[in-house]
């Protein structure tokens, strides 16, 4: 993987000068690869990584395994589209194994997750079946540990 | 009552205790301190490495191996030296594991030295080799390298210190704690001036992975060197394996022989598991370390920069995972700064003298810590420096 967008992947608040002093550049070529990976549609947007029971306490996340019927032409395509507009569907990917499309959902409670399954998602023409876990603890994202430090348990001072 | 101090032998009781450690000391008085002064990597053991020890654990009977180590350890140490090198060691003559380097270090000065034989030790460098060499009644004897000469020997300083007694060189490349590096060029000239004598040479090279835009260059490359050379390697460094105590020594099989028959009554073999461990190091774990390294690069680029930019001259280190900034501009001594910068920031970092005379006005950072944790370390110097320069 290009160097700079493993950082950028690290922590995106690093600043250009910064990246340019670990990348053995300037800034002002760091920022015009960064110009570029956004232009190129490489680099989407930026986001926070979260622990998301202490940021909304009220929040939950599901993980829906959708079973469709891939349509003439398209494929998955069309559905997962059609899938992807909803507000609450946070993420949506194209599966192998048993199921098609993995579903990311949030929502205030079980209750309203459940009824947007129920209602949304199983009536889309085309959904075979759907299968609704929630999610009780995140432990790591994106690289990042969510629960606790990675505690160093190495001395103040080593030969 | 017993009186201890008849007890000790007189030789023990002129050691001095490591500088480090009495800084060690104090850092752990001061509340919520963000090290950056240990000479150890932040990455856990690579996976493959772990589960070949657990595997040693449940199939293998663990007992002792070979005095000299595993077979199959040696075996892959001689060609991993050979892939590296292109430098050839016999594995069931030529090479010892041991428990670290540190060990290795310790039985080969040992078994050279007679008592008054001087030993060059190039300086600043790791704090072991003196006192060891006063236990066996040599005389340590400092050739210091310069930040005008990028902390490297040059030929002119070993000159100067060569003498009818002096029986062994030091030489610890990539150096912890400056960072320095010897390439081909720089090592040809000392070659050279040792190549017509007995004098030996102790290559520590535990650093060797760990060097940053060119590969790491061995004496023992050079002509007729290989025969007057102790090579001196380890997992602790490039393996991220400080705690599982393995390292080893390769030289002609002469020397190994009496090397050997001090580790054989000291420690009898190296760790058991930790060997089984080390074979699956060798030929899986190539990758990791790549990954490692390229870690340790931004960060250390990073480091240079930062120092630079603060004031704090920093010479840009080719190997190891220090960096060692001159202080000498703020007018303080190392431990001055250090034991300063310890209270007013509650960051540590090791005062160069602690590394011998030659790195006072220096002060060793290690960057074997995530990035995170190096930049919050970096703005609190930044503030301690700018409070100095404000406070003129």
Same mark, same amino acid.
């Given at each position: 993987?290009?160097?700079?967008?493993?950082?950028?992947?690290?922590?995106?608040?690093?600043?250009?000068?910064?990246?340019?002093?670990?990348?053995?550049?300037?800034?002002?070529?760091?920022?015009?690869?960064?110009?570029?990976?956004?232009?190129?549609?490489?680099?989407?947007?930026?986001?926070?990584?979260?622990?998301?029971?202490?940021?909304?306490?009220?929040?939950?996340?599901?993980?829906?395994?959708?079973?469709?019927?891939?349509?003439?032409?398209?494929?998955?395509?069309?559905?997962?589209?059609?899938?992807?507009?909803?507000?609450?569907?946070?993420?949506?990917?194209?599966?192998?194994?048993?199921?098609?499309?993995?579903?990311?959902?949030?929502?205030?409670?079980?209750?309203?997750?459940?009824?947007?399954?129920?209602?949304?998602?199983?009536?889309?023409?085309?959904?075979?079946?759907?299968?609704?876990?929630?999610?009780?603890?995140?432990?790591?994202?994106?690289?990042?540990?969510?629960?606790?430090?990675?505690?160093?348990?190495?001395?103040?001072?080593?030969? | 009552?017993?009186?201890?101090?008849?007890?000790?032998?007189?030789?023990?009781?002129?050691?001095?205790?490591?500088?480090?450690?009495?800084?060690?000391?104090?850092?752990?008085?001061?509340?919520?301190?963000?090290?950056?002064?240990?000479?150890?990597?932040?990455?856990?053991?690579?996976?493959?490495?772990?589960?070949?020890?657990?595997?040693?654990?449940?199939?293998?009977?663990?007992?002792?191996?070979?005095?000299?180590?595993?077979?199959?350890?040696?075996?892959?140490?001689?060609?991993?030296?050979?892939?590296?090198?292109?430098?050839?060691?016999?594995?069931?003559?030529?090479?010892?594991?041991?428990?670290?380097?540190?060990?290795?270090?310790?039985?080969?000065?040992?078994?050279?030295?007679?008592?008054?034989?001087?030993?060059?030790?190039?300086?600043?460098?790791?704090?072991?080799?003196?006192?060891?060499?006063?236990?066996?009644?040599?005389?340590?004897?400092?050739?210091?390298?310069?930040?005008?000469?990028?902390?490297?020997?040059?030929?002119?300083?070993?000159?100067?210190?060569?003498?009818?007694?002096?029986?062994?060189?030091?030489?610890?490349?990539?150096?912890?704690?400056?960072?320095?590096?010897?390439?081909?060029?720089?090592?040809?000239?000392?070659?050279?001036?040792?190549?017509?004598?007995?004098?030996?040479?102790?290559?520590?090279?535990?650093?060797?992975?760990?060097?940053?835009?060119?590969?790491?260059?061995?004496?023992?490359?050079?002509?007729?060197?290989?025969?007057?050379?102790?090579?001196?390697?380890?997992?602790?460094?490039?393996?991220?394996?400080?705690?599982?105590?393995?390292?080893?020594?390769?030289?002609?099989?002469?020397?190994?022989?009496?090397?050997?028959?001090?580790?054989?009554?000291? !420690?009898?073999? /190296?760790?058991?598991? $930790?060997?089984?461990?080390?074979? *699956? #190091? =060798?030929?899986?774990? +190539?990758?990791?370390?790549?990954?490692?390294?390229?870690?340790?690069?931004?960060?250390?680029?990073?480091?240079?920069?930062?120092?630079?930019?603060?004031?704090?001259?920093?010479?840009?280190?080719?190997?190891?995972?220090?960096?060692?900034?001159?202080?000498?501009?703020?007018?303080?001594?190392?431990?001055?700064?250090?034991?300063?910068?310890?209270?007013?920031?509650?960051?540590?970092?090791?005062?160069?003298?602690?590394?011998?005379?030659?790195?006072?006005?220096? !002060?060793?950072? /290690?960057?074997?810590? $995530?990035?995170?944790?190096?930049? *919050? #370390? =970096?703005?609190?110097? +930044?503030?301690?420096?700018?409070?100095?320069?404000?406070?003129?």
């Amino acid at each position: 993987m290009n160097e700079l967008i493993k950082l950028l992947k690290q922590n995106a608040r690093f600043s250009n000068e910064q990246l340019a002093a670990m990348l053995g550049t300037t800034p002002k070529d760091v920022a015009a690869q960064i110009e570029q990976l956004e232009k190129d549609g490489i680099i989407k947007g930026y986001s926070v990584i979260l622990d998301e029971n202490r940021a909304d306490k009220d929040m939950v996340i599901a993980n829906i395994e959708l079973k469709v019927t891939p349509q003439r032409d398209c494929g998955f395509d069309e559905l997962a589209k059609t899938v992807m507009m909803y507000d609450e569907v946070d993420s949506v990917s194209l599966m192998s194994g048993s199921y098609d499309l993995a579903v990311t959902v949030t929502g205030r409670n079980l209750k309203e997750i459940a009824l947007f399954v129920a209602q949304r998602l199983s009536t889309i023409e085309g959904v075979l079946s759907t299968t609704t876990h929630f999610v009780l603890k995140t432990y790591k994202e994106k690289g990042i540990f969510i629960q606790e430090e990675d505690i160093d348990e190495r001395g103040f001072v080593a030969p | 009552m017993i009186n201890y101090d008849t007890v000790l032998s007189s030789k023990i009781k002129e050691i001095k205790p490591s500088g480090i450690r009495k800084f060690f000391d104090l850092a752990a008085t001061i509340d919520n301190v963000i090290s950056l002064g240990v000479g150890e990597p932040d990455f856990q053991t690579p996976w493959a490495i772990r589960k070949a020890a657990i595997d040693t654990l449940e199939k293998k009977r663990i007992i002792y191996t070979a005095n000299s180590g595993l077979a199959d350890l040696r075996h892959e140490i001689s060609h991993y030296i050979d892939k590296k090198l292109n430098v050839k060691y016999n594995p069931e003559h030529e090479i010892i594991v041991t428990v670290g380097g540190s060990e290795a270090i310790d039985i080969s000065i040992r078994a050279l030295i007679n008592p008054g034989d001087e030993v060059l030790i190039v300086e600043p460098c790791f704090v072991c080799y003196a006192p060891i060499v006063e236990l066996t009644g040599g005389v340590p004897i400092s050739v210091t390298t310069r930040l005008e000469d990028n902390f490297k020997l040059t030929a002119d300083a070993l000159k100067a210190k060569i003498t009818s007694k002096t029986k062994l060189l030091i030489l610890p490349f990539p150096n912890n704690p400056t960072g320095a590096i010897m390439t081909k060029e720089d090592l040809e000239p000392i070659a050279e001036i040792l190549r017509d004598t007995d004098i030996m040479v102790l290559s520590d090279e535990i650093y060797a992975e760990l060097t940053y835009g060119r590969k790491h260059f061995s004496i023992t490359q050079l002509d007729g060197m290989q025969e007057r050379t102790i090579l001196i390697n380890g997992f602790s460094k490039a393996f991220a394996m400080t705690g599982w105590r393995l390292g080893y020594l390769a030289a002609p099989e002469p020397l190994v022989t009496q090397i050997l028959k001090i580790h054989q009554y000291a !420690i009898m073999s /190296s760790p058991t598991v $930790s060997q089984y461990a080390a074979v *699956e #190091a =060798l030929i899986h774990c +190539e990758r990791e370390v790549k990954n490692m390294v390229a870690e340790y690069n931004v960060r250390r680029r990073l480091l240079v920069d930062s120092f630079n930019k603060m004031g704090l001259e920093c010479f840009n280190p080719e190997g190891a995972f220090y960096v060692f900034p001159c202080i000498k501009s703020t007018g303080m001594t190392s431990e001055e700064f250090c034991e300063e910068l310890l209270n007013e920031q509650k960051v540590a970092v090791v005062p160069g003298n602690a590394f011998g005379e030659s790195g006072e006005g220096f !002060i060793r950072v /290690s960057y074997a810590y $995530s990035l995170k944790h190096l930049m *919050e #370390a =970096l703005k609190r110097i +930044e503030i301690f420096i700018r409070n100095r320069k404000s406070a003129e």
